[in-house]
């Protein structure tokens, strides 16, 4: 007898062959037979003609913190998400000795968006090195399954302590051991190395992340510790000053595969060629034997947020001495006639890497905090700004400083031109992936990336077949990666499954909810069409809610070894 059985289901294999339609049989976590099953079922579930996949491969989340306090790593299950990896930037936690507990959590709230004192009340700090993390997150039980990158930023923090943010040359002692914790964290089990250059990195009071201020030695001397091992990759959110001539230095001192996180590959109007043109650098770069690809997303990049932290704006110089400041520094900078020339001038030429090039057109105001100025709300600042006869700059900051910087604003700034998008998700240099899940929940929630790539560029636009699309989502990512025997739907293969409608599948606009740790705020997105996910044949979650374990069935896995 099978533990669970699917019956009548259009089974899509995520390996790119065609559909077929049938059954499939899960004993002991894996899937142990495919087609007209004789054998019943512990469970059995009628899949009345919907698709059965296997579950999606999320390989760019922030769970890091998150799934110290919540194991089922809400809301990715619930949005057909069966693996995700952490640590990706080189944000994650550990190690972290309590010296250091304090301004780790800091850190992580500024950069990615996380309310602080949800860290500080829902972090479980019952670890101090990398391998106890694991060990942790073994012993409480994950939902989904769970792979973490040795971070750089976290690494740099515990052996540099405040320096790590202000000295960019460690000493021959702190490199050694720093390369020492990064081979403590790949023998236990990290699957690899990340780290960031992205301008847009800030910590607490604006000082830069750790390993944006790193050397390229520096880089290169840690990812080095991965040369030669049977496993590893390597992630970076490289910015502007990763081109690809520099990553291939990086590929070819770990000898492993790398993936670039950057704004620049997402299609951006003002420069239409620019994410392409990288793409085909990459495939160059490939074809010399360095293996680099990007992640690339499906959807459009879009914050909500308040002048009060526009992070938007943080990678123009303008906000340099002022990012993540206080609401006294914020308003005295917004009043100052200097500090909107400036902007202003960024705005007129801007910076490769950036995130916002002056489009007014498609930032609006979504809420507005003062009754009077009801008549704003879902009016762009372009809009305004014609009618009043004043630059969009001024608008914005007139407005803040009316609203006492509590004015919700709404963003979209790269991936919005759709007929550019396309071409960008199609190149062979790139992996659909980058949700950030975990991570910007004060500005957004991009969790439910495949159930968008499944309605929008499937459904809707015809971009992709559902078999590509699926493909896309599973067994690429688990083949780049290395993962074995997950992201298909074979026999013997890991029992990761996801099954929905795809005529009804979608995801929703974000909403609030205050659910973490102190009752923080966060943006959330819900599905419809999924009708059951199953993580090593175990049901997670169906169309009632998550499924209560006490243990979650995920496995914190390790070691991925990629061709």
Not at 152 to 168: F, I, L
Not at 542 to 556: A, I, L
Request: aromatic share 8%; net charge negative.
């Amino acid at each position: 007898m099978h533990d669970l059985v699917i019956k009548g289901a259009r089974i899509i294999d995520g390996l790119g062959n065609p559909e077929i339609l049938g059954d499939v049989g899960v004993r002991d976590g894996r899937i142990a037979e495919l087609g007209k099953l004789t054998q019943s079922g512990a469970e059995t579930v009628e899949a009345d003609g919907r698709v059965l996949c296997p579950g999606v491969i999320d390989t760019h989340t922030h769970y890091d913190a998150q799934l110290t306090w919540d194991s089922t790593a809400s809301p990715s299950p619930a949005l057909g998400v069966t693996t995700v990896v952490m640590g990706n930037c080189g944000f994650t936690i550990a190690p972290c000795p309590p010296s250091e507990r304090e301004r780790v959590a800091a850190n992580l709230s500024v950069v990615e968006g996380m309310d602080l004192k949800a860290l500080e009340q829902g972090i479980d700090w019952g670890f101090e090195s990398f391998p106890e993390y694991l060990d942790m997150l073994r012993d409480k039980g994950v939902y989904p399954n769970t792979a973490v990158l040795a971070g750089h930023s976290v690494t740099r923090t515990a052996v540099m302590g405040k320096e790590a943010s202000e000295r960019e040359t460690p000493t021959d002692a702190e490199l050694a051991r720093m390369q020492a914790l990064v081979k403590e964290a790949l023998d236990a089990g990290a699957i690899g190395f990340a780290t960031s250059f992205s301008p847009n990195h800030l910590g607490a009071n604006g000082v830069p992340m750790p390993s944006t201020i790193a050397s390229d030695d520096e880089v290169r001397a840690l990812a080095g510790v991965m040369k030669g091992r049977a496993h590893g990759v390597m992630q970076i959110a490289s910015g502007s000053r990763g081109t690809v001539e520099l990553l291939e230095t990086f590929t070819q001192a770990s000898g492993k595969r790398l993936f670039t996180t950057a704004a620049l590959t997402m299609y951006n109007e003002a420069a239409p060629d620019k994410a392409l043109t990288l793409l085909d650098q990459m495939r160059v770069a490939r074809e010399r034997g360095n293996r680099i690809h990007a992640q690339v997303t499906c959807q459009p990049l879009s914050f909500d947020f308040t002048p009060a932290n526009p992070y938007p704006f943080y990678s123009h110089d303008a906000f340099a001495d002022i990012k993540a400041s206080s609401a006294q520094v914020l308003r005295a900078a917004y009043a100052r006639p200097e500090f909107r020339a400036a902007f202003k001038a960024n705005l007129a030429a801007p910076q490769p890497g950036v995130i916002f090039y002056g489009n007014w057109d498609r930032i609006e105001v979504a809420v507005a905090a003062l009754e009077k100025n009801a008549g704003l709300q879902n009016r762009t600042f372009a809009e305004i700004a014609r009618e009043r006869g004043q630059d969009p700059v001024d608008v914005f900051f007139d407005l803040a400083l009316e609203e006492d910087l509590q004015t919700t604003v709404i963003g979209r700034f790269l991936n919005v031109a759709e007929e550019g998008v396309g071409p960008i998700l199609k190149h062979e240099s790139g992996l659909v992936s980058l949700s950030d899940a975990g991570a910007h929940l004060i500005f957004m929630c991009d969790a439910g990336f495949a159930c968008h790539f499944l309605s929008h560029w499937v459904r809707e636009r015809g971009e992709f077949e559902l078999v590509e699309a699926i493909r896309r989502l599973t067994s690429h990512p688990a083949e780049l990666y290395g993962l074995p025997d997950r992201g298909r739907i074979e026999l013997g293969a890991h029992a990761d499954l996801l099954l929905f409608d795809p005529a009804t599948i979608a995801i929703s606009k974000p909403r609030r909810v205050g659910d973490l740790p102190g009752g923080g705020m966060r943006a959330i997105r819900e599905s419809s069409g999924i009708h059951g996910v199953w993580v090593n044949g175990r049901r997670v979650y169906d169309e009632r809610g998550y499924v209560d374990h006490g243990k979650g069935p995920g496995q914190v896995l390790t070691r991925f070894n990629p061709n």
